[in-house]
C-alpha cells in the first residue's frame, strides 16, 4: 500500500487501489495464541462485555496479504481485533481486520454520509460514507470464498435498512489501511434503486446506534462539502475523492 502525498489527504492512511477483478479467499482459521497472549485478550475482552453487555464474540476475518488484484486471509474471533484496538502493540505483527465500507450513491445521484455517534468506541463524530462493518463469517459463504457484495448488503439493510435487491452489484475501488488499529476497509462503489429522500426516511425510522446523523450529498456539490467539512473519517476522504474524480471522468457509478 502507499501512503498519499498530497496535503489535502491525512498521512499515514495507506491504500491500493483495486482491480475490478478484485477478490478475496479464505484459508482457514488462525492459529492459535500463545498463554499469554491469549489471556490477555481474554481480559480484555470481559473488561470490554463489562462496559458493553450487547458486545459478541463473532468470527471475522483477517489478512495475511494483499494487493491490488486479491487478498487472503483466515477467520478469527472479534476479541482478538478488539484487544488489539484496546491495546494497538498486542500482536506482533499486528492483525488486519478486513471491513467492508460502501460509497452508495442514490437513484438521484446523491451520495451518503454518516456521522459516528459520539458514544462509538473508535473515532467518535466524525463523518464517514455508510455502510460499513467487518467481513464476518454470516454462515452463507461459500467454502474458501469471500462475497464482499453479500457482505456489504447485510451491512446496508442492517445500517440503512437498503434491501439486498434494492442495491446493485457493487464495484471495488480502494483497500486503506487505519495506521492504528490496523483494520483494512475495502471501499464499495454501488448503486441503489432508492431516492436521497426515501433512505433519510428509513434511517430516521431505523435510529441505527452507531450514527446519530445521516446526509445526502448531491455528487455536484461533493467535491464543496469535502473542502469545507473538517471531521471526515480518512477513509471517507480517500473513498469521496475518488468518486470525485470518476465523476469527472464521466464514470459515474
Given amino acids: 500500500m502507499k501512503t498519499p502525498a498530497s496535503s489535502s489527504t491525512p498521512p499515514k492512511w495507506p491504500w491500493i487501489g483495486l482491480a475490478a477483478g478484485f477478490g478475496v479467499t479464505a484459508s482457514g482459521e488462525a492459529p492459535p495464541l500463545d498463554a499469554e497472549r491469549a489471556a490477555r485478550v481474554d481480559r480484555l475482552w470481559q473488561q ?4 458493553r453487555p450487547s458486545m459478541f464474540d463473532g468470527r471475522i476475518f483477517v489478512l495475511d496479504r ?23 502493540s498486542l500482536f506482533d505483527p499486528p492483525l488486519r481486520a478486513l471491513a467492508v465500507n460502501g460509497v452508495v450513491v ?55 435498512g437498503i434491501e439486498p435487491h434494492e442495491l446493485r452489484p457493487a464495484r471495488p475501488i480502494l483497500a486503506i ?48 462539502r469535502l473542502a469545507h467539512e473538517p471531521s471526515w473519517l480518512p477513509t471517507a476522504r480517500l473513498l469521496l475523492q475518488h468518486l470525485v474524480a470518476e465523476c469527472r471522468a464521466g464514470r459515474t457509478p
Fill in 48 to 51: 470490554a462485555c463489562a462496559e
Fill in 66 to 88: 494483499i494487493d491490488a488484484n486479491g487478498a487472503q486471509g483466515r477467520w478469527t474471533g472479534y476479541r482478538r481485533a478488539h484487544a488489539q484496538l484496546r491495546e494497538p
Fill in 106 to 160: 442514490t437513484a438521484d445521484d446523491h451520495v451518503l454520509v454518516a456521522r459516528r455517534h459520539p458514544r462509538a468506541i473508535y473515532l467518535p463524530g466524525r463523518w464517514q460514507t455508510p455502510p460499513a462493518g467487518s467481513v464476518e463469517d454470516r454462515g452463507d459463504e461459500p467454502a474458501g470464498t469471500i462475497r464482499l457484495d453479500a457482505q456489504l448488503a447485510a451491512e446496508a439493510e442492517e445500517e440503512l
Fill in 177 to 224: 489501511e487505519h495506521p492504528t488499529t490496523h483494520v483494512v476497509d475495502i471501499g464499495l462503489l454501488a448503486r441503489t434503486v432508492c431516492t436521497a429522500a426515501e433512505l433519510r426516511q428509513r434511517f430516521t425510522r431505523l435510529a441505527d446506534p452507531e450514527y446519530d446523523a445521516l446526509e445526502t450529498v448531491a455528487l455536484g456539490s461533493l467535491q464543496e
